[in-house]
């Protein structure tokens, strides 16, 4: 079945510890993104990748840092995290930079 | 400084009658435009999708109209169903190589059976 997958699907974390939400696809896509979504503000990009080891900012990567080694796996990482991270975080991924993107089922993250 | 505007946050209509999204945008660049159904507890799944060149595309019950010199697109779902019930974004992209979209702050659409 083609499809995105993110772990952990739930996070509780503390401000200041190092996370990674990982992120996969199946479907051979070269292009993969992160999102969050925040009530009221809508999808914002974080980071995106056009193929691997090729990474650019999106809207809003303060506090983000993003790896694209392999073709399938596009991890998220929060090295310090901070309340204003907590969020809904979304990995999409598409064959093409217009190609339909295709989303994870999120990634809920609260930071005390 | 939002590009892509979904102005009203939620719209409810009576199954079988016709429920209309709005969207409007403010970057001319934008030439793809997509709309995106989102339950909850799931990530969003594409709906739709119109390119500049056209200023109507429908799929089943769904249809998008573009009005470019508006700005503005739509999005109609004829008939509407309980099952139709989400959240819904619209998104819009332009052509160039680091096209990436820019999405509105979606609409929660409620059908009443």
């Known amino acids: 079945e083609a499809q995105v997958t993110q772990n952990p699907r739930y996070l509780i974390t503390v401000t200041g510890k190092k996370l990674t939400v990982t992120c996969s696809q199946n479907?051979?896509?070269?292009?993969m993104s992160w999102y969050r979504q925040d009530p009221g503000l809508g999808l914002r990009q974080i980071y995106y990748s056009m193929n691997v080891e090729v990474t650019d900012k999106g809207d809003v990567p303060e506090g983000y840092k993003v790896s694209r080694k392999e073709k399938r796996n596009f991890p998220l990482i929060l090295e310090s995290p901070s309340p204003n991270q907590t969020s809904l975080y979304f990995c999409?991924?598409?064959?093409?930079?217009?190609?339909?993107?295709?989303f994870g089922p999120g990634t809920r993250l609260l930071v005390l | 400084d939002q590009q892509v505007k979904q102005n009203s946050p939620s719209l409810s209509v009576q199954e079988g009658r016709i429920s209309i999204l709005n969207c409007d945008y403010t970057?001319?660049?934008?030439?793809?435009f997509l709309w995106y159904k989102k339950y909850p507890a799931e990530g969003p799944t594409f709906l739709i999708s119109?390119?500049?060149?056209?200023d109507k595309n429908e799929d089943g019950r769904f249809t998008v109209f573009l009005n470019k010199s508006a700005k503005h697109l739509s999005l109609h779902i004829v008939p509407s169903q309980p099952g139709d019930s989400a959240v819904y974004f619209c998104?819009?992209?332009?052509?160039?190589?680091?096209?990436?979209?820019?999405f509105g702050k979606g609409i929660t659409l409620s059908v009443r059976p």
């Open positions: 998104a819009a992209s332009p052509t160039g190589a680091n096209s990436k979209l820019t």
């Open positions: 479907m051979n896509h070269e292009y």
């Open positions: 970057n001319s660049m934008f030439d793809y």
């Open positions: 119109i390119s500049s060149i056209k």
């Open positions: 999409a991924s598409s064959l093409g930079l217009q190609g339909t993107q295709y």
